[in-house]
């Protein structure tokens, strides 16, 4: 095979098994797995269990759930994994603003088979946790070192709540100085829209900040914002776009002068790792997301974690408990009368804390600083060979560098063809790769799609994906219609609505779908 | 010292030689001069406070090995405990699903490369809408906890009111979450109201509850089966008083109880929630907690929901199903802080297997496995109350979970329970700070996969540390 723009595009079909739905595969009377029964004695002892019930409250019809036998359920979900395009199938570089790495098979391995996990319950004595809990000590102190925060909570069960437990922080920080005038907080339209989102759900107004032709938002419209009511500032760095805030401690530097906290989101935090930090850009808190920069898979969408890294000043507010080391054993420490509480059940998701410990323990902090330049070293390449590509421009910050992805635009492709980001997305799955990432919306850059090959990737796997978006324009030039039909080779072809909002249209289960009587509409073209 | 020159197995082009040709594509010759965005007294240039890796396969797997070794487990010992995690049967076949890499590995892509996996998440939302006996559900909340508060949050968006009544039988840990999601910046956002309760039997003093609802009133929440393990059978009364003004009527339940207690829908819950944990997911130390929500279909309620959810849809080609986002707008994903809640990665793997589990176990074997439990649950609880100076905490019918009280032993929760570990037992939850009006109670929990054998353990082992 040769590599490059010369190389032999990939001959794909997806899987397409035309599968049914579980619920018509079913066949009454048969069973997909038996379940243990009590003993002898105890139905002799215990009777049927179930007339204690008080009748009004026995389920009198059964749950209408399929009969399927094993042998079939087994191939259905086999059959339903063959139609999903996992990293483990291929180079997932479309998903850009979370980095979409390999998850090495040896965590996965232990940590999903290995019964001082799988079957230990969380609210074991202590004194039989403590392997888990040195691993939890051990990798707070981990994340001390590549952030420079001084405290770690592993509690929340995603990044999105991570920043919600940071939220949560801030508001008993001001309210712990009698500050509670401070019901605002101030985030850029590059940062993931979970940072105002969640900060809006712990009761704050958010202001956001637009970006100038640099992709930055100026220091002067960040300070005209700021004000005595103003609690935090909450910002992703690099930004969605790939672009790095240069002056990121003179907005910190700004919101401390006016009393605010700053909360840096680094869900990503790819392109830092080794390079840069919380700390000395004047952070006050910070998340990473464990199931992402740290290697742990992202099963569809979780299960995650999301840590949330606080200065000494901030440690009082973290969720209980917190893990502590005597020197000899591991603790849980309950009793944290200045603590938000809590924001999910027992220490949070432990398998995830489990295989980012494994990998940075893998790496150390040299193969740490690797993962960094070699995220950055892939980005610049591919966005090399991207700007090569008829149709494709790269908005803000002419002539300067990006970190480990870049927000491209098919604005140029749209006005010349007519195709834009969305049918491209949709025709990029016929050549084997993920659908990529457009963008958060609103969509500030017009028609775009925002790549990111971190570092799991080779010069190969990124030649071919470029290759494909060259391929691709070429057929939109050619053809447009063509690419706006797509895909032709993926499990299903067009959806003509992806966004459905009308309630007769509305089929979230199947038996909503019965219901509506949505299985009845006659199809475009039908008799 | 490798440093630089490390090759590293999940970092292809650390290989020197791609590296090199990579850069020399880009024109740079230091590596770091793609840093330059990043200005140097922002940059860390020390070495970072890490201990040495770990590199080769063998000996990470080892190390990670020797430390989980540390841990006692369920599967040595006899587990008794639950309070909102259970020890139950995880069929192979779910392993096998949540192991698939293609599963593992996918993540938030769109529907056509990933088609198989928008159809598993959909079954699973119908799957769980048949045992709950309603239209709508979503499983893609962070745990149970978090899926009640999002239930409350959703009943006040809806009536427009700010009060939360709630049982004083709910955990100090729900309570924390709870008291967390409703807080404000000058006050509470959203104020909870605790109701008073039984303390014979637990359940919840409907005078009480008569008294303080009013038209501030947004939800009457109950757990069915309790936190503390009773069934509520009040629950049509509770939802009658609810409906009388005007609010929402939320229900938190076990969805491993369906099979053989009532779905909430059918005694008049308007959102039932809870977790999900029970149905084919290992404990995995609290790994596994998964919220849900169910409504009906109404709009009213489908656009209070946080969380993306997909709907069945047709393709171009006639008959062959495909998915859409519904309601995005609701999402912070579609419209950021004017979202409904926040949203994000959540559980989407535990909804494929909680998926299978409920094919795999179909209406037989939900029927079955509750039974099973409940036989097993009132086995335990009978012998464990004929042992001198023991009984249990509270009169009534229970579920999987039962309360008991050590008060006539004249001994701790606490020595009990570490003495029990030489017996290789978990016993059950010491409630005596929890709910000191118990005195020196523990909850119990006794599930599908606890034998006969185990449980007469159990009664030997309290009645000799009792002796």
Not at chain 1, 113 to 134: A, F
Not at chain 1, 228 to 238: C, K, S, V
């Amino acid at each position: 095979m040769q590599v490059g723009h010369k190389r032999r595009l990939r001959d794909f079909h997806q899987a397409r098994w035309d599968e049914e739905l579980i619920f018509e595969l079913s066949v009454p009377g048969e069973r997909g797995v038996l379940v243990p029964e009590a003993e002898e004695k105890i139905r002799r002892v215990a009777g049927d269990g179930i007339s204690t019930i008080p009748a009004h409250l026995r389920r009198k019809t059964p749950p209408a759930l399929p009969e399927v036998n094993q042998p079939r359920i087994v191939r259905h979900y086999t059959r339903l994994s063959q139609e999903t395009l996992g990293v483990d199938v291929t180079p997932d570089i479309s998903l850009a603003t979370c980095t979409m790495k390999y998850s090495p098979k040896v965590q996965e391995h232990v940590v999903s088979r290995h019964p001082g996990i799988t079957q230990v319950h969380p609210l074991q004595d202590e004194d039989t946790l403590q392997g888990i809990l040195e691993i939890y000590y051990q990798l707070e102190q981990f994340l001390k070192a590549i952030s420079g925060m001084d405290h770690f909570s592993f509690q929340p069960g995603g990044g999105a709540q991570a920043i919600f437990t940071n939220a949560s922080v801030m508001r008993a920080y001001h309210a712990s100085r009698g500050e509670s005038q401070r019901d605002e907080v101030i985030t850029t339209i590059f940062s993931h829209p979970a940072n105002p989102a969640a900060a809006a759900t712990a009761g704050y107004k958010v202001v956001t900040l637009m970006p100038d032709e640099r992709g930055l938002p100026s220091l002067e419209a960040m300070r005209a914002a700021l004000s005595e009511r103003t609690a935090g500032f909450l910002i992703t760095n690099p930004e969605d776009t790939g672009i790095y805030n240069f002056n990121i401690d003179k907005y910190v530097q700004a919101a401390h002068d006016a009393g605010a906290l700053c909360a840096y989101d680094q869900a990503n935090a790819n392109a830092v790792l080794g390079i840069a930090r919380a700390r000395e850009c004047g952070f006050d808190l910070c998340h990473f997301n464990l199931h992402k920069t740290f290697s742990a898979p992202h099963g569809c969408m979780g299960p995650a974690l999301g840590a949330a890294g606080v200065t000494e000043a901030l440690e009082k507010f973290l969720p209980v408990p917190r893990v502590t080391y005597d020197g000899k054993t591991y603790h849980l420490d309950d009793d944290r009368p200045h603590s938000i509480g809590r924001v999910r059940s027992f220490i949070g998701n432990v398998p995830v804390a489990l295989k980012a410990y494994a990998w940075i323990r893998q790496l150390g902090g040299e193969g740490l600083r690797e993962v960094a330049r070699c995220s950055v070293l892939n980005s610049n390449y591919l966005e090399k060979e991207v700007r090569r590509i008829p149709g494709v421009t790269v908005h803000y910050a002419e002539g300067r560098r990006r970190l480990e992805q870049v927000r491209f635009s098919w604005e140029t492709l749209k006005e010349e063809t007519g195709v834009g980001t969305e049918d491209i997305k949709r025709r990029i799955a016929d050549f084997g790769l993920q659908h990529y990432w457009t963008s958060h919306h609103p969509w500030v850059v017009p028609e775009p799609f925002t790549l990111e090959p971190c570092e799991s990737y080779s010069k190969a796997d990124i030649d071919e994906y470029a290759a494909v978006l060259a391929k691709i324009a070429q057929e939109a030039y050619n053809d447009p219609e063509f690419v706006k039909n797509a895909p032709y080779r993926s499990t299903v072809h067009k959806i003509p609505d992806q966004y459905i909002d009308e309630a007769d249209r509305i089929a979230i289960t199947w038996r909503q779908y019965l219901k509506k009587g949505l299985n009845r509409v006659p199809h475009e073209g039908d008799e | 010292m490798r440093s630089n020159n490390t090759v590293y197995p999940y970092i292809p082009n650390s290989a020197p030689k791609t590296k090199e040709r990579m850069m020399n594509a880009l024109g740079v010759t230091e590596i770091m001069d793609l840093f330059e965005a990043i200005p140097d007294h922002l940059k860390y240039t020390a070495p970072l406070d890490l201990p040495e890796p770990i590199r080769d396969e063998y000996s990470i797997r080892r190390h990670l090995e020797t430390l989980l070794n540390r841990n006692r487990n369920c599967q040595d010992f006899i587990n008794f405990l639950g309070a909102g995690c259970a020890q139950h049967f995880v069929p192979a076949v779910c392993d096998e699903v949540s192991g698939r890499g293609e599963f593992l590995t996918a993540y938030a892509a769109e529907f056509y490369a990933d088609h198989g996996k928008w159809q598993a998440l959909f079954e699973f939302c119908s799957l769980l809408a048949e045992l709950l006996d309603v239209d709508v559900t979503s499983g893609f909340l962070y745990d149970g906890l978090q899926a009640v508060a999002t239930s409350l949050r959703m009943a006040c968006r809806m009536t427009g009111r700010n009060e939360i009544l709630i049982p004083g039988t709910v955990s100090r840990d729900a309570r924390r979450v709870l008291d967390n999601y409703m807080a404000g910046i000058q006050g509470p956002q959203f104020h909870i109201r605790t109701i008073g309760f039984d303390r014979e039997s637990g359940q919840m003093d409907l005078a009480d509850l008569s008294a303080r609802i009013s038209k501030k009133t947004a939800a009457v929440f109950v757990e069915n089966p309790s936190y503390l393990g009773f069934i509520e059978p009040q629950v049509e009364a509770i939802g009658e008083i609810a409906r009388r003004h005007g609010s929402e009527f939320v229900v938190s339940t076990d969805p491993i109880s369906l099979g053989v207690l009532a779905p909430p829908a059918q005694y008049g819950a308007t959102i039932t929630c809870g977790d999900y944990h029970p149905l084919g997911l290992h404990m995995q130390c609290g790994g596994g907690q998964s919220g849900f929500i169910g409504t009906s279909g109404e709009m009213r309620y489908v656009m209070e929901y946080k969380d993306k959810m997909y709907g069945l849809t047709p393709t171009s080609v006639a008959g062959e199903h495909g998915f859409a986002n519904i309601l995005f707008e609701r999402t912070s994903f579609g419209s950021r802080e004017k979202a409904r809640e926040f949203t994000g990665t959540s559980n989407a793997l535990w909804a494929i297997t909680a998926g299978a589990y409920l094919a795999l176990m179909g209406p037989k074997g939900m029927a079955e496995v509750g039974q099973t439990i409940m036989q097993k649950a009132q086995y335990a609880a009978a012998g464990i109350s004929r042992i001198n100076g023991v009984r249990l905490g509270l009169s009534g019918p229970f579920f999987k979970e039962f309360i008991v009280n050590f008060d006539g032993t004249g001994k701790r929760v606490a020595d009990i329970n570490r003495k029990l570990l030489d017996h290789q037992i978990f016993g059950g939850k010491d409630l005596s700070s929890e709910f000191g009006m118990m005195g020196e109670s523990a909850l119990f929990c006794v599930t599908e996969v606890i034998s006969q054998a185990s449980i007469d353990c159990l009664v030997d082992a309290l009645t000799a540390i009792l002796a």
